[in-house]
C-alpha cells in the first residue's frame, strides 16, 4: 500500500514524515542498517503505544483521526522513507562491494552480459524489498558486505585449502574461480537468498479443501510436502528473472536458507556456507568496541555454534574450520 491509496490530507503525510524523520536522527542508530531501524520504530511504535496514542491523537498531530488510521499511516510514511534511503545504499554497496565478472566464467546456456545482469539484479531487489519481511531481513546483507565480512573469510580458506576450500572448490565445480571470484560468487548469493521471505502463491488442502494461500518459506517450514511445492515454485521464479545465470547458483542462494541437518546430501558448499555467515550476521555488530582482554567476537560466537550446530541446522566440520580461522585471524 502506498501514500497514494490512502485518504490522508497532505498535511497529515507532512506532519507524520517530519515525525518519523526525527526518529531517524536517534544516536543509537548511527551505525544500524536501514532495516534493522526500520525494525526498531516498529517496535518503538507497539511498545509505547498507550503514550503514542495521546500524542498523536492530540490536536497537535491528528485529533480527527481513529488510532487505527494513525497506525496505518505511520507505518506507510515509514516503509516508503526506509525505501527511500535504502535503495539508494544498496545499489552503491553492490556496485562498490560486488563484481559480477565471475558469471563470465560459470557453465552458461548463453553470452552473459554483465552490465544488463547487474540492472536486472537490482530492478529485482527493487521489486521485492518492497515486501518488509524481506526488506527486514536485509540488515544482514548490508553488515557482510559493507565490513567485507565474506571477502575475508573466503581468503583465508583459500590459504588454507581444507574442508571448506573443497566443499566450495571441487564439491561445487567452482574450481575455475579464485578466491576474488569465489567472494562475489558468495556475495552475489547472499544478495538474492532473501528471496524466500517473499510471499508466493500456493495451493494447499485445508480439511479437505483445495484453498491457494500467499506463503513464504517459514510459513511451510514445519510442513515438507507445501515447503517443497513453494521451492520449486520460488525456484522457478528466479530461474524465469534470470536465464541467464546457471541453475545452480540461483538454486545455492536459495537452499542456503534450508535445515543443513535434514538435507546435507540435498545442500551445495556454497548454500551452507553462506548459511553459516547469514546466520553469524544477524548478531554481527562490527561498530562495537571489544575490550581489552575479552574473547574476540568471531571467535566467541563459533565457539558456541559448533556445540549448537543441530539447533542451527548448520554444517559442523564448516563451523570447525571457521572457528579455526578465527582464532588465527583474532576476529
Given amino acids: 500500500m502506498s501514500l497514494d491509496d490512502l485518504q490522508y490530507q497532505e498535511n497529515d503525510v507532512g506532519k507524520m514524515k517530519g515525525f518519523i524523520a526525527r526518529l531517524f536522527l536517534n544516536p543509537n542508530f548511527q551505525n544500524l542498517p536501514l532495516p534493522e531501524v526500520e525494525g526498531l520504530l516498529i517496535n518503538f511504535l507497539k511498545q509505547n503505544e498507550q503514550q503514542l496514542i495521546a500524542t498523536l491523537t492530540s490536536d497537535e498531530f491528528y485529533p480527527g483521526l481513529q488510532w487505527r488510521d494513525v497506525q496505518i499511516l505511520f507505518f506507510t510514511v515509514l516503509k516508503e522513507i526506509t525505501l527511500e534511503k535504502m535503495m539508494p545504499q544498496m545499489k552503491k554497496l553492490i556496485s562498490e562491494k560486488i563484481e559480477l565478472s565471475f558469471l563470465t566464467r560459470l557453465d552458461k546456456k548463453s553470452p552473459v552480459n554483465i552490465s544488463s545482469i547487474s540492472g536486472k539484479i537490482l530492478a529485482f531487489l527493487e521489486k521485492i524489498v518492497a515486501n518488509r519481511e524481506v526488506r527486514i531481513n536485509f540488515d544482514v546483507t548490508f553488515k557482510l558486505l559493507e565490513n567485507d565480512y565474506i571477502d575475508k573469510y573466503v581468503e583465508s580458506l583459500f590459504k588454507r585449502r581444507e574442508y571448506l576450500f573443497n566443499e566450495l572448490t571441487r564439491v561445487d565445480s567452482l ?21 524466500v521471505y517473499m510471499k508466493l502463491p500456493v495451493s494447499q488442502n485445508v480439511k479437505g479443501v483445495g484453498t491457494v494461500s500467499n506463503l513464504n518459506l517459514f510459513d511451510v517450514w514445519d510442513r515438507p510436502a507445501l515447503k517443497q511445492t513453494f521451492l520449486d515454485k520460488l525456484h522457478g521464479v528466479l530461474f524465469d528473472e534470470f536465464p541467464e545465470i546457471p541453475e545452480e547458483f540461483l538454486k545455492a542462494a536459495i537452499d542456503s536458507n534450508r535445515d543443513c541437518n535434514e538435507e546435507t546430501s540435498m545442500l551445495s558448499g556454497c548454500s551452507r556456507f553462506l548459511a553459516i555467515i547469514s546466520k553469524r550476521g544477524k548478531d554481527y555488530k562490527p561498530w562495537i568496541k571489544v575490550d581489552r ?33 578465527s582464532a588465527d585471524g583474532n576476529w
Fill in 175 to 195: 574450481h575455475h574461480l579464485d578466491a576474488i571470484a569465489l567472494a562475489n560468487y558468495v556475495k552475489t548469493a547472499l544478495v538474492l537468498r532473501n528471496v
Fill in 293 to 325: 582482554g575479552a574473547e574476540q567476537p568471531d571467535k566467541s560466537w563459533f565457539t558456541i555454534a559448533r556445540k549448537n550446530y543441530l539447533h542451527h541446522g548448520l554444517d559442523k566440520k564448516m563451523l570447525e574450520e571457521f572457528f579455526k580461522i
